[in-house]
Every structure is written in C-alpha cells, then in structure tokens.
C-alpha cells in the first residue's frame, strides 16, 4: 500500500469541494482533492445546475460588485432589495423553521463576501434575466430574490474553479474513491483512497467531506424517502452515493437532518436516469407550472400550481408528482402563455404533445379524457376577474375548487394547445452530519471531532421540507470556503 503525505484532503469537486480546496491553499496548506469519478465525469451535481446562486443583498450597487454592468443598463433595472434577512426568512418560512438557526445565520451572512471570493477566483457572475426578470415598460423588474447566476451555469461554474485550482497547483485525483478515515488519538490522521493502480493511503491532518449525500444510491435513497423513490430520476452525478456520511460515522459522526426530506423537482418524463455529462445545464427540469394547470394520468389536479414563485415550491413539488399513478404529470398550457414560458420548453430535448383542441389534446396523452375535459372545465369556470402578472404574486386565483390555485390563474381556452409530461428527478438529500457553523463534524455527543470537515450537501440541517431556488448552491459555496480555512488552520496547528 503506497502513501502520499498531504495537509489537506477534500473529497469530492463539486462546488463545495474545490470552494474548500481552494480556500485551504490559500492559507497556506497543501491540498488533495480525490473525485470518485473520471476526469470527463467530474464536477458533482454541481455540474449540472442552472447557476443562479442566492445572495443577500442591501441593493443593486452591492449586485454590482459581482456582475459587472454599465449605467445605461443599471437605468433599466428594478430590482427589490433582498437582505440577509429576508434570506433567513425565507429559508425558515419554507422550512416550517425546522432549519438550525445558527447554519442559516452563517449562510445568509456571508454569502455576499463569499461570491465577491469566488468572482476574484475566475467565477464569472451575470443577471438572470431569463428566469427571474420581467420586462415592462422599458423597465426590466426582477423579482423571488434570485438575480445572479454563474456565466454558463454549472459548466462554467465548475470550469472556473477546476482552473483555478490548476493556477494553484492543488493536485486532483480521478477515479479515486475515499473508502475510510484514518484516526489516531482521537483526531484524523489520514485518509485510505482505491485508486486505479490500488489501495492508497493518504497521511493528512484534516479531511473535508464534501462528496455528496446518498441522493444516486437507490437503495440507502429507498430506505430513507420510500420505495417509491426507487423510480425517481437522478439529476446529477452517478457518484453521490453516502460514501462520505458511512466513512464519517464509523469513527462516530453525528447524523443530522431530515431524514425523509430532499430537494427534487418536476423534469422532463423523458429525461435521463441519471444527469448525462453531455447535456448538462438543468436542461430537462420544467418550471413554468405556476402558469400551467397540472393534472395527473386520472385527470385530477393535485397541487396549487401558483402557491408561491417558483423558487419556493419547485423543489418540493417533485415529490408530488412522484406520488401520482405511473409517477407522471401533465404541465397543460394554452396560446395565451405559450410565448412567456421559460427556455428549457423550447429547447430540443423537451417532450410536448400539441393539439388544437382540448379533445384532441387529451386523445394524444395516456389520461383518462373525461375527467380530464371536466377538471379544465371546472378549473375555467372558477378562473376569477384580475390581471396576469408573471412578476409578482398577483393574487389572480380560482374559487370554489380543490385545491385552489392562488395566483396566475387563467382560463385554458384558447388553442394550440399544450401537454408537457413530467416526472420526478432528485437532486439531493436533506440528510447529512452535523456540524457547526464553521463546518466542523461533530460526534454524538456533540463535539468536533478533530481535522474533521464537511461541506456542500454533507451539511444535514439547513434545509426540511422545501427549498429556496439558489440557496444550495450558495450554501455549497459559503460552507466549502468556511471548510477549507478551517480545515487549513488545523493542519497548520497540529503539524
């Protein structure tokens, strides 16, 4: 068994990861990062995200600081403030305040300072247009809190932070997968690696996990949500598969979070099983429901389509879908609002049935037609007078139906009209180890456990239930760089 020596080990590259390798180099100490997968598979879930990234800011001119513009644009802009608070609000609101108040705190505080790091590191930043912006009068108006995005989504994300840390010269190890922690006198002392030419062990004086949570790993995935999530699709990497949670809690981490929760969403039906590294981007997800009617193969509706902005009931929303006969849902849209629908429908990729009538909609669709044809019916007739606006929570609901629709509720009355089949993808577990906010691993008796680290996905307790669009991102950013110093300024202490 060969050895290589080492102060730092990250496991895993996707954001969190390279955030946390990263901000250890810069303290000084040297770096590992062992990724499971091959080199043309590397990058995580992160890989495969849309970019937009949620940050607390006081207002446009701190935007500013992380995507670059100019005063002709600026003059256009309406953007609503977006504190750190009402980032905390937010998370705790779709949480049921179940999240641990003092990770929150941590998240919403510094994620501001964390993407001005990372924009000096090579990340390029952008306004997202496309999917949080609304164009009126000659005025562009943002709004749900989610502004900013990465330059080329995951794919540039990940790009930039894979070149950085060639610029720093932090060795990345493919096709090495981290199999156990080493410990001596109760503090890690390295890290065992199977590797293409064999069992490796790594001596090192701190370990960051950050490798993911058991979200591609059918059986711990069944056992922690049900069986139904067997026939969930996977969104992301093939390689997040609980290795770095099962390491951590032989030498006796504590488990934390909900176990039973997890972020996934409505995507394409054709979408598939697991994220293809050759069509990445988020491009199969469809997440123009709050503008749909959404109906199941009985023809029943199941959900309130316009409860809330996207970005706040998407990532609970899968899950629904996945609870429905054949674990299958129909967006349906009419002519009205076929033109304001988001990119990813009209990419090649996306499966959609048309048809100039209702009828002829519903012969085309694996649905029963007569309860289909009387839920539009009924739907229509409890359609309430109002204006349509896609910007704001417009109140423009239904009555006297279950479940209500609560904002965007147009009639589906005028052809063409469109079905969108969608099915449930998993992006990740809810469920990881406990720590403190500086990412530190604590034992079941709630002490770190020393040169111990986790970040990204691994953190159990920041999001139950539902999910904020662009905070997981920014949670895998602001954790990994907390991580990562931390995880250097052991090494250096202990050496």
């Not at 001596?184 to 890290?191: C, M, P, R």
């Not at 316009?306 to 967006?331: S, V, W």
Request: with cysteine.
């Amino acid at each position: 068994m060969s050895q290589y020596d080492v102060d730092v080990v990250i496991v895993g590259a996707g954001n969190a990861a390279l955030c946390a390798a990263i901000s250890a180099k810069e303290q000084g100490s040297s770096v590992l990062v062992l990724e499971k997968g091959p080199f043309e598979k590397r990058g995580g879930n992160s890989f495969f995200t849309d970019g937009a990234i949620r940050v607390a800011y006081e207002n446009l001119e701190a935007v500013t600081k992380v995507v670059d513009l100019d005063q002709e644009t600026i003059n256009k802009i309406d953007m609503p403030v977006y504190s750190a608070q009402d980032f905390y609000d937010d998370i705790m609101r779709v949480s049921k305040n179940q999240s641990k108040p003092e990770l929150i705190r941590q998240l919403v505080d510094q994620s501001l300072p964390t993407i001005e790091w990372m924009k000096k590191q090579g990340v390029e930043f952008e306004l997202n247009y496309a999917n949080q912006s609304f164009e009126k009068e000659g005025k562009i108006h943002f709004w749900g809190g989610l502004p900013v995005k990465t330059v080329e989504k995951g794919i540039g994300l990940m790009r930039s932070l894979f070149n950085r840390c060639e610029e720093l010269g932090i060795d990345v190890w493919y096709e090495s997968a981290a199999t156990k922690i080493v410990k001596e006198n109760s503090t890690v002392a390295g890290i065992e690696v199977q590797t293409k030419d064999g069992l490796k062990t790594v001596k090192c004086e701190s370990v960051v996990l950050a490798c993911g949570s058991i979200e591609a790993n059918k059986k711990k995935r069944a056992d922690a949500l049900g069986e139904e999530w067997n026939e969930a699709l996977v969104r992301g990497t093939e390689f997040n598969t609980g290795d770095g949670i099962d390491m951590a809690v032989s030498i006796g981490a504590q488990t934390f979070g909900q176990v039973n929760g997890c972020h996934a969403i409505g995507t394409d039906a054709n979408a598939p099983r697991v994220g293809d590294f050759q069509k990445p981007g988020d491009i199969f997800k469809k997440h123009s429901y709050p503008y749909s009617v959404m109906v199941n193969v009985e023809g029943n509706r199941f959900v309130d389509e316009g409860a809330d902005f996207r970005n706040y009931t998407y990532a609970k929303y899968g899950k629904e879908i996945l609870k429905q006969p054949n674990n299958i849902a129909y967006q349906i849209y009419d002519t009205k609002v076929r033109p304001i629908l988001r990119a990813e429908y009209n990419l090649e990729e996306a499966t959609v049935v048309e048809a100039s009538s209702l009828e002829a909609l519903a012969d085309q669709l694996d649905i029963n037609k007569e309860q289909f044809l009387q839920t539009i019916n009924e739907f229509n007739a409890a359609v309430q007078e109002g204006e349509f606006n896609p910007s704001d929570k417009d109140g423009k609901c239904t009555k006297g139906i279950t479940p209500p629709k609560s904002n965007w509720a147009q009639t589906i009355s005028e052809g063409p009209f469109y079905a969108y089949p969608v099915t449930c993808g998993i992006t990740f577990s809810f469920w990881g180890l406990a720590t403190t906010p500086e990412g530190e691993v604590l034992n079941t008796k709630n002490e770190p456990i020393e040169g111990l680290y986790a970040a990204g996905e691994m953190i159990g307790g920041i999001f139950y239930e539902n999910y904020p669009g662009g905070s997981g991102l920014m949670s895998g950013s602001v954790f990994g760089k907390l991580a990562g110093a931390a995880a250097s300024h052991h090494a250096q202490k202990v050496k």
